[in-house]
């Protein structure tokens, strides 16, 4: 009497649910990382906007700012972000550095941003 095997056995499933099972995981892992990875630099951008959107406002109101440290919250597409800029006199007197870091409600840094301005 012979048999003839039809189907696997019980371990050849048991092994390929396993691996299917580790390749979800894996493949569930890096969704995940890139999710977060696209929310940092979402918040990155804004911040970086809330930043340039301070400094040119000071370059086309010309003006030349005081020596000292400022903070104010910025609001971009519904995110507030905390900016704190620290003015610096240079070694030219006509000219003063101005450091913006940017913060979210968190308190975690987001972005640095340095830049000149000069004397109108």
Avoid at 5 to 24: K, N, P, Y
Avoid at 74 to 80: D, M, P, S
Avoid at 99 to 119: E, F, K, M, Y
Wanted: proline content about 3%; overall charge positive; glycine content about 6%.
């Amino acid at each position: 009497m012979t048999r003839n095997s039809r189907g696997f056995t019980l371990v050849e499933v048991l092994v390929a649910v396993a691996i299917v099972a580790i390749a979800l995981a894996a493949g569930s892992r890096a969704a995940g990382t890139l999710l977060d990875n696209s929310q940092r630099l979402s918040d990155v951008t804004l911040a970086q906007w809330c930043a340039d959107n301070r400094l040119v406002g000071m370059k086309l109101a010309k003006q030349f700012p005081d020596v000292g440290t400022s903070s104010f919250e910025c609001v971009e597409v519904g995110q507030t972000y905390n900016v704190t800029m620290v003015v610096r006199p240079s070694f030219n007197p006509n000219f003063r550095v101005v450091d913006t870091n940017v913060q979210d409600s968190r308190g975690q840094s987001l972005t640095h941003l340095s830049v000149i301005l000069p004397r109108y």
